[in-house]
């Protein structure tokens, strides 16, 4: 396994199956020398030896972290350069994003955030379901309350389970009855009271085609009505959004302007 970052190529592992990536870090099993590694700002560090394994899958990366269960059952939390020893009990689930990792007690079944180097307790009993994102947890307790935990704080978003959420990058969408809403920075925003056909959401941006054609676009916390005509398809990838409204006629969406191409 090979890494091409910053001009530069660096070989992590001889012989692996078994690798997670995130925006800025590798976790990675090499399988010829029983070893789990991390790659991270341009160098490889060795975490653990395993002597004798050979396959190694619980591991999960987020953009600038990584999360894992070593051989005798510690889960541990390499963020920073720094390896942090959670527990010796394997969490009955857990997920990352970025400087973020959420996870389920085994002992205790609480459910915990970890974040920024801290470690909050979110719920005494595990959540009815959870997913994590870029500084944020979002997830339905036991009580069916849906609820945000935002750079250190905590939303309470709703007090009946949404129909869908899905949090990604800086954004959470979800969908309640038939409402169209956003988290984004500590706020919600409806959007529209009806769930749209087409959208797609990445970094701080989503996108989207109304009942009526025209693409709309909710980014930095605002909702822009993108071009005037209607249109045929878009693509977004971070917060650069494609789209075009005739044969070969393509136009950008990029920094909160349109460009013509």
Same mark, same amino acid.
């Given at each position: 396994l090979s890494v091409f970052d910053n001009g530069k190529v660096n070989k992590i592992a001889y012989y692996? #199956?078994?690798? #997670?990536?995130g925006d800025s870090i590798v976790g990675v099993f090499d399988q010829n020398t029983s070893t789990f590694r991390? !790659?991270?700002? =341009?160098?490889v560090r060795e975490l653990e030896t395993m002597i004798g394994q050979t396959a190694f899958?619980? &591991?999960?990366? =987020?953009?600038?972290? %990584?999360?894992y269960l070593n051989y005798d059952n510690h889960f541990k939390i390499f963020y920073h350069q720094q390896v942090i020893d959670i *527990?010796?009990?394997? +969490?009955?689930?857990?997920?990352?994003?970025?400087n973020t990792v959420a996870y389920i007690d085994g002992y205790t079944q609480l459910f915990k955030v970890f974040h920024k180097g801290v470690t909050y307790t %979110?719920?005494?009993?595990?959540?009815? #379901? &959870?997913?994590?994102?870029?500084?944020?947890? #979002?997830?339905?307790?036991?009580? *069916?309350?849906?609820?945000? &935990? !935002?750079m250190g704080q905590m939303y309470k978003v709703t007090s009946f389970e +949404?129909?869908?959420?899905?949090?990604?990058?800086?954004?959470?969408? !979800?969908?309640?009855k038939t409402n169209f809403n956003v988290f984004y920075k500590g706020v919600v925003t409806l959007l529209e009271n009806y769930v749209p056909e087409k959208y797609q959401k990445d970094f701080n941006c989503l996108a989207y085609v109304d009942r009526n054609g025209y693409l709309k676009a909710f980014y930095d916390g605002e909702l822009k009505k993108i071009y005037d005509e209607k249109i045929n398809s878009f693509e977004l990838t971070r917060n650069v959004l494609r789209f075009d409204t005739g044969l070969n006629d393509q136009h950008f969406f990029s920094n909160g302007k349109v460009i013509n191409h």
């Open positions: 692996t #199956s078994n690798y #997670s990536v991390v !790659y991270y700002n =341009g160098q899958k619980n &591991f999960t990366t =987020g953009d600038n972290i %990584l999360a *527990g010796d009990t394997a +969490p009955v689930d857990y997920k990352a994003g970025s %979110l719920e005494n009993v595990p959540p009815a #379901s &959870f997913t994590v994102a870029d500084d944020i947890v #979002s997830y339905v307790d036991v009580n *069916g309350n849906f609820k945000i &935990f !935002y +949404p129909t869908s959420y899905q949090a990604e990058d800086k954004i959470v969408v !979800y969908i309640d």
